[in-house]
């Protein structure tokens, strides 16, 4: 798929968008002759999802990585929903971050201070990092500003979402040979893009075979179906409610792990953590 292609899909009214992520939901469930799962956050991108699956195939269970980072209100949402596996990480969060170092920033940049900061790299190596070749590989250059994570007095890493996420799902996956519908979107972060254009909603020949039949749906979409259908969802984002034209809720925009960094220096006041002190002051710490 190209650019202009997916360009095209997320300018499609939404009841076609629907019809579109049903029909790419029945072609992965056929596929895998029923033995799928959807990944369930608690998040309001997989409450939509898990509800428009359920309403092709109301037994598809829902898989809820339990990481003890969640916001309070998502896990007593993800309690009020039936069929629901829960896993837990092996290690805890505290463990990780002493082991590994924080995430902070995004999975690139963090992923690249710990390697320029712990691997015995060539000179040439090291140049690549800081300047960026994306043709070799090391995507763009480490901003300026990031730089001085280099001599920060605390770890640096990327490795605390395979750790708390990745591998209970991985884990989970091999025991019971499911293949997961996944409710991320294209138009989320670069990654995501570049994973929507090379591969669509349905990777079924990838190295782990995934489903993504919200690739194309933007966070608008999202938020008009659980409006339009009046959809339960957790507490946390409070109420939709339109301003300047658009959607938003009147409370956090994004769940996701409590303290992970990423992202946060593109928030504008009051960020995910400024918020936090005031909404959950005593998980804030």
């Not at 750790?163 to 972060?189: C, L, N």
Request: overall charge positive.
């Amino acid at each position: 798929m190209d650019y202009a292609e997916l360009k095209d899909l997320q300018s499609l009214p939404l009841k076609y968008k629907v019809m579109i992520t049903k029909q790419r939901i029945q072609e992965w469930y056929e596929h895998w002759d029923g033995q799928v799962y959807v990944s369930f956050s608690g998040g309001k991108d997989s409450t939509v999802l898990l509800n428009i699956v359920r309403e092709l195939y109301p037994d598809v269970p829902a898989v809820f990585v339990d990481t003890g980072l969640e916001y309070p209100e998502i896990r007593d949402f993800v309690k009020s929903i039936d069929n629901v596996v829960w896993l837990r990480p092996k290690m805890t969060f505290k463990r990780v971050i002493e082991k590994y170092g924080y995430p902070v920033v995004s999975k690139e940049t963090s992923e690249r201070v710990y390697r320029l900061r712990h691997y015995n790299l060539s000179e040439r190596v090291k140049k690549n990092y800081l300047e960026g070749d994306p043709e070799r590989g090391f995507g763009p250059k480490l901003a300026l500003r990031w730089r001085i994570l280099l001599d920060a007095p605390f770890g640096v890493n990327s490795y605390c979402c395979n750790v708390m996420k990745k591998e209970p799902i991985y884990r989970y996956e091999k025991e019971t040979g499911r293949k997961p519908i996944i409710g991320t979107m294209a138009d989320e972060s670069r990654m995501r893009l570049q994973n929507y254009l090379e591969h669509g909603c349905n990777s079924f020949d990838s190295k782990r075979p995934r489903s993504i039949p919200l690739g194309f749906w933007t966070e608008q979409d999202v938020l008009q179906y659980l409006r339009d259908n009046n959809l339960p969802y957790a507490e946390c984002y409070g109420r939709i409610c339109k301003r300047g034209g658009k959607l938003i809720t009147t409370g956090v925009n994004r769940t996701g792990c409590m303290f992970c960094m990423f992202g946060v220096h593109l928030e504008p006041e009051p960020n995910r953590f400024q918020m936090m002190q005031v909404t959950h002051p005593k998980e804030d710490g």
